[in-house]
């Protein structure tokens, strides 16, 4: 898939799973059973150390499932960012902006989501490539903060992450959010290996934007 292409998917989908881990196995199980529960956009966090191989695990998983987003989150760096490049991911995430990160992802023709809270922020990362910016941590703000951002910056897609959940995230969307990242409830799941219960949550979130086809 192409940059652009990636970019769309994301938004058509609107709910991406952040999943971390303490371990291959968790961050591993965590990511098929939001996969098996419709949540196709996943993002492998580089808080567990073996974010890279569950990257290329899942791609060989689901390869020529275009579908099935793998990216990664948590990437502070451009050395961090190719390594999950190389190792398969569609698409990188990071919590802060970071120039030298964005020139990787551009060479290597894939999106990246940098974190920002500020006006100036925004426009930094947007005059980088940044297609889309993630807004983080949402909780800080509230939905009514899109508002505010996107009088200045209509032109601007956002994605928010930090403090949503099912009860508020149909808010952020009727904010005007393109996208919406998850995953405290889930990883919590996760690390008492409820699987089955990830999935099950995983479907509800894919109803609140019909991301489910």
């Not at 992802?105 to 297609?131: D, F, H, K, L, Q």
């Not at 219960?197 to 509800?204: D, H, P, R, S, V």
Request: glycine letters at 8%.
């Amino acid at each position: 898939m192409t940059k652009s292409e990636i970019i769309l998917e994301l938004k058509k989908q609107g709910v991406v799973a952040v999943i971390r881990g303490y371990s291959f196995e968790e961050g591993y199980q965590a990511s098929k059973a939001c996969i098996q529960g419709e949540l196709k956009a996943i993002e492998v966090a580089y808080t567990n150390n073996s974010a890279n191989e569950i990257i290329k695990q899942l791609n060989k998983d689901y390869i020529n499932k275009n579908h099935i987003l793998i990216g990664a989150g948590s990437v502070l760096d451009a050395e961090t960012a190719r390594l999950a490049i190389i190792s398969g991911a569609k698409y990188i995430v990071s919590p802060s902006f970071n120039k030298e990160t964005a020139t990787m992802c551009n060479r290597y023709g894939v999106p990246y989501i940098p974190g920002c809270m500020t006006i100036r922020e925004i426009v930094e990362a947007m005059e980088a490539g940044s297609e889309i910016i993630k807004l983080f941590p949402g909780s800080t703000f509230g939905p009514q903060y899109i508002k505010a951002i996107k009088s200045p910056l209509p032109q601007v897609s956002l994605m928010v992450t930090g403090g949503v959940n099912l009860k508020n995230a149909h808010e952020w969307f009727e904010a005007g959010v393109d996208a919406i990242g998850i995953g405290g409830e889930l990883n919590q799941l996760a690390s008492h290996s409820q699987y089955e219960q990830i999935t099950k949550i995983a479907n509800e979130y894919t109803k609140i934007k019909g991301t489910s086809y």
